[in-house]
Structure formats: structure tokens, C-alpha cells
């Protein structure tokens, strides 16, 4: 089989849409269509069910995609054991951070690695935390280095790098940051905003309040930690944020 008629099959199923599996594998919509064409008439079988706009994976689909996923995993992992042999270390690092990480972080450890290793060709992509774990499960890329899952799958191996206490932050002035001690019920009774539903920063924040009954009033949310550090310093609303971004 053609591997990038592989490609293109799992871009498509796991985008749900030949234009953005287009933008995803960097060529036209038309070649992501002649690719899995060709696959489909490799396999003599329907391989996506086209219904309006939407992209379904046939029967067919969903018994091929698991094993296109191991064969190719199984391929990189290949090449990764070919070039361990060499004497050097070299070729591509696909990396996955979230911006947060990528600008407080990265750039000293950034630095001292490709002083260290120059024949490697980093490529990092910038992603939520939430998307680069799902990258490194379908082996888009090697390694993440995000906000740790509090539930995380079992096929991911995770080794804490340092640790990121989150505070409660509000602007000057604010009703809250007036008292010297604060109640976890008071927070439902101002205005938030948080990082966005599904985020793992989020869900540390309603894991705690769960239990409590707390209802929140979120009058916004973004996945850019450094936007809800300015929306709360200009009074829009508290927030929780990680320790190391408070600094002056």
C-alpha cells in the first residue's frame, strides 16, 4: 500500500473533512481525494460515506483505521531504531507544547538543546495541552509537553518535569482582592474567566468546586492563558492562572 494514501485515509477519518486533512497533510483537497480514491480502488472497497457535508467512515473504514494507525506508528517507529544505530544524534523531533509552556518555559531548555544537538530538526507545533495528547496517541508527534491530564489514557507515558501551582487572581480593586482570606463559595458570586470547557486547567478548577455545589458565573473563556491575564488586569473579571505567569 501507499503510504500516503495511509496518510491521507486517517487525515480525512480524523478530521471528518477532506479540506481540512487538505490543510492538515499541506496539499490540495484534490490530491487528498485522488489518494484515497486510490485506495479505495486498491482495497476494492467504500471506504467514506458522503452525506451532505458530512464525511462518515464506512464499515470498511472503521475496521481499516486502528490498522493504518499501527502501521504507521509501526513504520516511524522503524526509522526511529535505524537511526538510534548511527553516531550521532540527528534527524526530526516532532514536538507538541501549549503557547503557555512554549513562552514561559521552553526557550532556555529550547537553547541549550540545539546548542547540544544541531543535526536534530526540531519541529514544534503549538496546540492546547488536550490536542497534543491525542497527537502523541496517534503518533503525530513524539513527545508533549503540556499541562498534565488528571485523567489520563493508559497507552500515554507521563513524567512530571516540574510542577505549576495555579492561584486565584483578580485585578486591583476587585471585591475580592480587598479580603484577606477568601471563601471558595464567594467565587460564584463574581464574574470569571477561565480557560475554555474541556481544557485540563479547567477541569482542575471544577474537579475542586464540584463537591461544593459551586456554580460559576463565567463571563468568558479563552485557551490563551496570557489573554486571560490581561482581561483580568484590566477588571473584566477573576481568574485562576499558574503561579509562574505573575511575576510583576
Excluded at 65 to 80: A, G, M, N, T
Excluded at 174 to 179: D, F, R, T
Aim: charged fraction near 20%; include cysteine; glycine fraction near 6%.
Amino acid at each position: 500500500m501507499d503510504i500516503d494514501n495511509l496518510k491521507a485515509f486517517i487525515s480525512v477519518a480524523e478530521q471528518g473533512s477532506f479540506s481540512r486533512a487538505a490543510e492538515r497533510l499541506f496539499i490540495t483537497q484534490p490530491a487528498v481525494s485522488k489518494r484515497v480514491a486510490g485506495l479505495e480502488a486498491e482495497l476494492q472497497s467504500k471506504l467514506f460515506d458522503r452525506i451532505g457535508h458530512n464525511i462518515m467512515l464506512t464499515e470498511s473504514g472503521r475496521t481499516l483505521l486502528p490498522r493504518v494507525q499501527h502501521i504507521l506508528l509501526e513504520l516511524e517507529d522503524s526509522k526511529r531504531a535505524v537511526a538510534n544505530l548511527s553516531t550521532g544524534i540527528k534527524g526530526p523531533l516532532a514536538i507538541g507544547t501549549s503557547h503557555h509552556i512554549g513562552l514561559h518555559r521552553l526557550p532556555p531548555v529550547l537553547r541549550q538543546f540545539n546548542r547540544e544537538y544541531p543535526e536534530v530538526q526540531m519541529n514544534i507545533q503549538f496546540m492546547d495541552s488536550e490536542e497534543a495528547c491525542q497527537a502523541v496517541l496517534h503518533g503525530e508527534l513524539e513527545v508533549g509537553i503540556v499541562t498534565l491530564p488528571l485523567s489520563p489514557d493508559p497507552a500515554l507515558a507521563l513524567l512530571p518535569i516540574w510542577h505549576d501551582p495555579l492561584v486565584l487572581v483578580a485585578p486591583t480593586g476587585h471585591p475580592l482582592s480587598k479580603k484577606k482570606s477568601i471563601q471558595l463559595q464567594q467565587l460564584g458570586e463574581h464574574n470569571a474567566i477561565l480557560p475554555a470547557t474541556g481544557t485540563f486547567t479547567r477541569e482542575v478548577l471544577e474537579r475542586t468546586l464540584e463537591p461544593l455545589g459551586i456554580e460559576l458565573q463565567v463571563s468568558m473563556s479563552s485557551n490563551y492563558l496570557e489573554t486571560i491575564r490581561m482581561l483580568v488586569s484590566v477588571g473584566m473579571g477573576w481568574s485562576i492562572l499558574p503561579r509562574a505567569m505573575l511575576a510583576g
